[in-house]
């Protein structure tokens, strides 16, 4: 098992809040990235039960669940629990110092100006207008630099937090001296991969096919999809540059070969939509059948993900007891 310690390689921080079933979009979003970074840095992946509590204080029943399959998860998708650390944010409670420490020195302006914090009291109400949920950037922050993690595989949506990120490190080491590197984002490209509507896609819209979803589910759901609407009959040609079945092809990485057949099959109306779907459905199932086996054998092993939770709980609190004593130090408490 790698030292975190003594290793001279920087570190990675990432995490995702424990709402519910993984999809196809972070299947072929934010998984691949995170897998592919185990490669050139010490990973730090962490379930964000603590940041799933701002919105979900009211509905935590099944957030221990939710945590547990979303380590099966990842592991099932190629993140590997002996070179990264997988860990509860919650277990290591110097998070929870630290964005206390970080509070006092971060005004209630810049939160305010945050673009997801006013959106999404739009979205979701008053309901939500916490202290916890005001300060969730400044909870992010902690989690990123208790580790001085330098590189930050994130979406789009989280590069305003990032750079709060960095404006709150500044005004750390502008007052207590440089403890924190800032930290950078890797912006993980999202995939143009819509939902089986044609909507974006959205777990919220239903319109989602989860890591885990049954095999039955997952073929039913792909023959429900929306096709060219041009082609009402087996006879009518269509165009497959509208059609998000073929873009899904394309997105399951379809041989070149048959990309061809089915375009030019679907131009002159040789191919049916329900033959180029089942076609679909084989291609995602070859795909999903051994992360779905892995993530049932990592289940069924009581005790299994627990542990290697429990493990990471302790490599990451070592580096983070370090950084966070170093940080009072700083501050002169
Ligand atoms: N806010 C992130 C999200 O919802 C999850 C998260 C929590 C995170 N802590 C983090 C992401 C630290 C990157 C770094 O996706
Ligand atoms: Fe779409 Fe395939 Fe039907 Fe063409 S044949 S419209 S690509 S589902």
Same mark, same amino acid.
């Given at each position: 098992?790698?030292?975190?310690?003594?290793?001279?390689?920087?570190?990675?921080?990432?995490?995702?809040?424990?709402?519910?079933?993984?999809?196809?979009?972070?299947?072929?979003?934010?998984?691949?990235?995170?897998?592919?970074?185990q490669d050139?840095?010490?990973?730090?992946y962490c379930v964000a039960d603590l940041h799933a509590l701002t919105t979900r204080f009211d509905n935590t029943s099944h957030m221990k669940q939710d945590g547990i399959e979303m380590v099966a998860d990842w592991i099932a998708a190629g993140i590997?629990?002996?070179?990264?650390?997988?860990?509860?944010?919650?277990?290591?409670?110097?998070?929870s110092e630290l964005a206390l420490l970080l509070g006092m020195i971060?005004?209630?302006s810049w939160l305010e100006r945050v673009p997801s914090y006013k959106e999404q009291i739009g979205e979701l109400g008053q309901r939500i207008a916490t202290f916890g949920f005001l300060g969730y950037p400044v909870l992010q922050t902690a989690d990123i630099i208790l580790y001085k993690a330098r590189r930050v595989p994130v979406g789009e949506d989280q590069l305003s937090h990032l750079e709060l990120a960095r404006e709150i490190?500044? !005004?750390?080491?502008?007052?207590?001296? #440089?403890?924190?590197?800032?930290?950078? &984002?890797? =912006?993980? %490209?999202?995939? /143009?991969?819509?939902?089986?509507?044609?909507?974006?896609?959205?777990?919220?819209?239903?319109?989602t096919i989860d890591i885990a979803e049954a095999p039955e589910a997952v073929r039913s759901k792909?023959?429900?999809?929306?096709?060219?609407?041009?082609?009402?009959?087996?006879?009518?040609?269509?165009?497959?540059?509208?059609c998000n079945v073929f873009s899904y092809h394309r997105f399951f990485e379809a041989p070149a070969a048959e990309v061809d057949e089915i375009d030019k099959g679907c131009r002159a109306a040789t191919i049916g939509c329900t033959e180029c779907k089942a076609?679909?459905?084989? !291609?995602?199932?070859?795909?999903?059948? #051994?992360?779905?086996?892995?993530?049932? &054998?990592? =289940?069924? %092993?009581?005790? /299994?993900?627990?542990?290697?939770?429990?493990?990471?709980?302790?490599?990451?609190?070592?580096?983070?007891?370090?950084?966070?004593d170093e940080a009072c130090a700083a501050i002169g408490i």
């Open positions: 098992m790698p030292e975190t310690k003594l290793s001279p390689r920087e570190r990675v921080f990432s995490g995702m809040r424990p709402t519910g079933r993984l999809h196809l979009g972070h299947l072929l979003g934010a998984l691949p990235n995170w897998v592919r970074l050139e840095f010490d990973c730090f590997d629990e002996d070179r990264s650390v997988i860990f509860r944010q919650s277990e290591v409670k110097e998070h971060v005004p209630v490190v500044r !005004r750390f080491n502008g007052l207590y001296g #440089p403890v924190f590197p800032q930290p950078r &984002a890797i =912006l993980t %490209e999202t995939p /143009r991969l819509l939902g089986l509507d044609g909507r974006k896609m959205s777990k919220s819209y239903g319109n792909v023959m429900s999809m929306f096709t060219d609407p041009a082609r009402q009959r087996l006879s009518d040609k269509g165009h497959p540059d509208r076609r679909l459905a084989d !291609r995602i199932l070859a795909v999903l059948d #051994p992360i779905r086996e892995k993530r049932e &054998a990592l =289940l069924a %092993e009581p005790g /299994r993900v627990e542990a290697i939770l429990e493990e990471g709980r302790s490599r990451a609190q070592a580096v983070a007891t370090e950084v966070l």
